[in-house]
């Protein structure tokens, strides 16, 4: 889990968990939005708008069900 | 019958225990049907029957429609009556997972729920999900997109299902002159069985990704049935055969594939084509039911079925914001044990109901585009093209 923010140049960005690449948005994220890391491809959620925090999405599991 | 008894759930388990105590194969739904109709009226929605005999019930708008979200369930089963009890909590029955429970909680939440003007919530009990024709789907695919939908079906109260492989069904047969087994010649089922292990060697040469075990990502193959006769003149040898498809290749492709190596002298007969679909994490809908079972204390597990829904009918041919959710335990689906735990099913209502709710929101917030803002149009079609 990691937070970061917004910079005066109105970047809107936290560093991945994972790789700590900024992780960058085009527009203030929603709360559960799914992004993905550039740098280092995983999927993270958005569990925090202010200050943006960032997690590991969960895994997608497989079901055999209909 | 047996009646609900918890004053606080007495109206949506109610609803629920009347469902899947009427019996609904697939082909004779019709009284199910009116049960469905009968508990969305008491609701206070406004419900009727399509040509194609699909349930239907809308939360109207208030002020001019301008988006519809569509919840999506199914009300016929497979055969297998089973007896109707509610035990410790548990109701069971046949439907009771799939996927009357989802469709269940479809209305209940349908009624409960406070959306912004404009903004219609519809809830469809489809016929014949459980065939290979999905007749219900097909009709009511062919209605205008909505701005967003839900399909019915059960993912676990904190599972969304986001995408469903594709499925191709092929028989096959050969008859031939009967000859004796001491001769030379191979009999009608080492020729079908030999054409059976050059379809699965071609197959192999097809995986998208050989060296990956995700199930969702490679072709599975299943011999349903096989049969042999001889009447002391002709021999034959027959059998049946299911592909499960990932996005990769398509029922068309694998026809193809079979047909190019299969010898004129073998009968096939393709059925059941269905394209496999997936939406993306980052779906709206998707989020939504995520966010609202984070709000119910759970953690949301994403989750991909490696079997086939009203899903694979309606999303290609709609492309809007879509996943599917339900209460229950979808290993229970067409089982002899199959049961719903009604906490969860309320739970699920709870969820649905938050869900439904920010989604409506979300969608009230953009207006309606120049040349798109017909009714029940996504405005701005809120997520980009579901990945393929």
Not at chain 2, 188 to 210: K, Y
Not at chain 2, 380 to 385: D, K
Request: charged share 25%.
């Amino acid at each position: 889990m990691t937070s970061s923010t917004q910079s005066n140049q109105e970047t809107i960005q936290a560093p991945c968990p994972e790789c700590e690449a900024p992780v960058a948005f085009s527009r203030s994220p929603l709360y559960g939005e799914i992004t993905e890391c550039a740098a280092c491809e995983c999927e993270l959620e958005v569990t925090n708008r202010s200050p943006i925090r960032l997690e590991l999405a969960p895994e997608v599991e497989e079901d055999w069900g209909e | 019958m047996p009646t609900a008894t918890n004053t606080d759930s007495t109206r949506s388990v109610q609803a629920l225990i009347d469902l899947v105590s009427t019996p609904s194969v697939s082909g004779n739904e019709a009284a199910a049907v009116r049960v469905f109709v009968d508990h969305a009226e008491r609701l206070g929605l406004e419900a009727s029957v399509d040509e194609a005999g699909n349930g239907l019930a809308l939360r109207n708008a208030t002020g001019v429609e301008t988006r519809r979200i569509v919840l999506f369930g199914h009300i016929d089963t497979v055969p297998g009556e089973l007896a109707v009890e509610v035990i410790d909590g548990v109701l069971h029955g046949r439907g009771a997972v799939d996927a009357k429970g989802p469709l269940a909680a479809f209305l209940m939440a349908a009624s409960d729920l406070t959306v912004p003007d404009g903004v219609a919530i519809e809830v469809i009990a489809a016929v014949g999900e459980e065939t290979t024709d999905s007749p219900g789907a097909h009709f009511i695919r062919e209605r205008r997109a909505p701005a967003a939908c839900i399909i019915g079906e059960p993912s676990g109260w904190d599972g969304v299902t986001i995408g469903y492989k594709g499925r191709l069904l092929v028989k096959a047969e050969f008859r031939k002159e009967w000859s004796h087994t001491a001769g030379a010649d191979p009999s009608a089922a080492d020729t079908l069985h030999a054409w059976w292990s050059s379809v699965l060697n071609a197959i192999e040469e097809l995986q998208p990704d050989p060296s990956t075990t995700r199930l969702f990502d490679r072709v599975q193959t299943t011999i349903q049935s096989s049969i042999t006769s001889n009447d002391g003149l002709i021999e034959s040898a027959g059998m049946t055969s299911g592909f499960r498809l990932p996005l990769e290749i398509s029922p068309a492709q694998l026809e193809s594939t079979i047909r190019s190596l299969t010898p004129q002298t073998i009968d096939l007969r393709f059925t059941g084509h269905t394209e496999a679909y997936k939406t993306k994490r980052s779906d709206p809908v998707v989020r939504s039911l995520s966010t609202a079972i984070r709000a119910e204390g759970g953690t949301p597990h994403p989750k991909l079925k490696t079997g086939t829904a009203d899903f694979n009918v309606v999303g290609p041919a709609w492309d809007c914001p879509i996943a599917a959710y339900g209460p229950g335990d979808s290993a229970l689906d067409h089982t002899p044990q199959e049961r719903i735990d009604l906490d969860e099913y309320q739970r699920s209502i709870r969820i649905l109901t938050r869900a439904i709710e920010s989604l409506a929101d979300e969608l009230a917030m953009h207006e309606p585009q120049v040349g798109q803002s017909a009714e029940f149009r996504c405005a701005e079609r809120l997520s980009r093209r579901p990945g393929r």
